[in-house]
């Protein structure tokens, strides 16, 4: 029998996370987390070390690296790769790669809620489950990228970090993880593989800028940063609904060619054009703004941005929404 092959890119993070007086820091290596997890003699497993940021210090740079590192790794025949990361980010960063790299083997990420000097840490586990993952048959002959944390396997597309320290915080909203991982190995609930719209490229330095809209929101903010921004993304009440008055800012940077995409603030479910009213989903639509379906408005400004890149035009970036 042929052994699997892992390459195990280490970014930082809480799995990688050592208490200090100043708090917590990612210190351990790529190496050490490998160590700690115990795993499968019979798997070949190399470590790359990226950068040692927390998830809330990620980047795009660090990202499109990770990213020419698994291009790297497909060349070698790697079966699978795992991508160790900070959980504040890492669904944005597995998306990220889904959308822009498409990968041919599966790129699987994993961290910790709990560093590896916390009492009953998690990380050793959720790395067991990633790599496991990641040399799976029916993954591997799938691709694509997703996260893997408390047993479960997510598409990156459809998961979310939905609590701020529970050690079940990832979820995909309305869908539900890829597979559940027991003793006896994976239990496939839906097919494994991409489910996000490919977008060619990684290195994506278009400035993209988030607004929310709520109970009294003024178009000011927005106004002030059109001349600073290639995109926008708003995140809208409800069905993707807004005030009066940021209606009338998105106007003003459509009215610039900036193509705005609409999101909902909401947890789960997506934008549905239904009402006429100022501010209203339908009479957005009807102005050119552009529907991010179902996808996360911090999901769909990565996607804005790799669009600004691949199209030619900014005009052009609605063949991708």
């Given at each position: 029998?042929?052994?699997?092959?892992?390459?195990?890119?280490?970014?930082g993070?809480?799995?990688?996370s050592?208490?200090?007086?100043?708090?917590a820091?990612?210190t351990?290596?790529?190496?050490?987390?490998?160590?700690?997890?115990?795993l499968?003699?019979?798997?070949?497993?190399?470590?790359?070390?990226?950068?040692q940021?927390?998830?809330?210090?990620?980047?795009t740079d660090?990202?499109?690296?990770v990213?020419?590192?698994?291009?790297?790794?497909?060349?070698?025949?790697?079966?699978?790769?795992?991508v160790?990361?900070?959980?504040?980010?890492?669904?944005?960063?597995?998306?990220y790669?889904d959308?822009?790299?498409?990968?041919?083997v599966?790129?699987?990420?994993t961290g910790?809620?709990?560093?590896?000097d916390?009492?009953?840490?998690?990380?050793?586990a959720?790395?067991r489950?990633a790599?496991a993952?990641?040399?799976?048959?029916?993954?591997?002959?799938?691709?694509?990228?997703?996260l893997?944390?408390n047993?479960?396997?997510?598409a990156?597309?459809?998961v979310?970090?939905s609590?701020?320290?529970?050690?079940?915080?990832?979820?995909?909203p309305g869908?539900g993880?890829v597979?559940?991982?027991?003793?006896?190995?994976?239990?496939?609930?839906?097919?494994?593989?991409?489910?996000s719209?490919h977008?060619?490229?990684?290195?994506?330095d278009?400035?993209?800028?988030?607004?929310t809209s709520?109970?009294?929101v003024?178009?000011?903010?927005?106004?002030?940063?059109?001349?600073?921004?290639?995109?926008?993304?708003?995140?809208?009440?409800?069905?993707?609904?807004?005030?009066?008055?940021?209606?009338?800012?998105?106007e003003?940077?459509?009215?610039?060619?900036?193509?705005?995409?609409?999101a909902?603030?909401?947890?789960?479910?997506?934008?549905?054009?239904?009402?006429?009213?100022?501010?209203?989903?339908?009479?957005?639509?009807?102005k050119?703004?552009?529907?991010?379906?179902?996808?996360?408005?911090?999901k769909?400004?990565?996607?804005?941005?790799?669009?600004?890149?691949?199209?030619?035009r900014p005009?052009?970036?609605?063949?991708?929404?």
């Open positions: 029998m042929r052994t699997s092959t892992v390459r195990v890119v280490s970014t993070g809480t799995v990688a050592t208490d200090a007086a100043d708090g820091t990612p351990l290596s790529g190496e050490a987390i490998v160590r700690s997890a115990d499968s003699t019979d798997l070949e497993v190399s470590v790359e070390q990226v950068s940021v927390p998830g809330f210090g990620m980047d660090i990202v499109a690296d990213g020419r590192r698994v291009r790297e790794a497909a060349a070698e025949s790697v079966d699978g790769v795992v160790t990361h900070g959980t504040d980010t890492m669904a944005e960063s597995a998306y790669l959308a822009g790299l498409d990968p041919d599966p790129v699987v990420f910790a809620q709990r560093r590896p916390e009492v009953s840490a998690d990380g050793p959720n790395l489950t790599v993952a990641a040399v799976h048959p029916d993954v591997c002959e799938a691709g694509g990228a997703y893997a944390f047993q479960e396997l997510h990156a597309r459809d979310v970090k609590h701020s320290h529970k050690l079940e915080t990832f979820s995909s869908k993880p597979a559940v991982r027991n003793r006896q190995g994976f239990r496939f609930h839906r097919e494994p593989g991409s489910r719209t977008v060619p490229g990684l290195d994506a278009a400035t993209v800028a988030t607004v709520g109970l009294g003024g178009g000011k903010p927005a106004r002030r940063i059109l001349d600073e921004i290639d995109g926008l993304v708003v995140a809208g009440t409800g069905l993707g609904n807004v005030t009066a008055a940021l209606a009338d800012a998105i003003a940077a459509l009215d610039r060619g900036i193509p705005v995409v609409m909902s603030r909401c947890h789960a479910g997506g934008v549905n054009g239904v009402y006429g009213t100022a501010g209203g989903g339908k009479q957005l639509r009807e050119g703004v552009l529907s991010a379906d179902d996808l996360p408005p911090w769909a400004r990565l996607k804005l941005k790799l669009a600004l890149a691949a199209a030619d005009a052009d970036v609605s063949e991708y929404f």
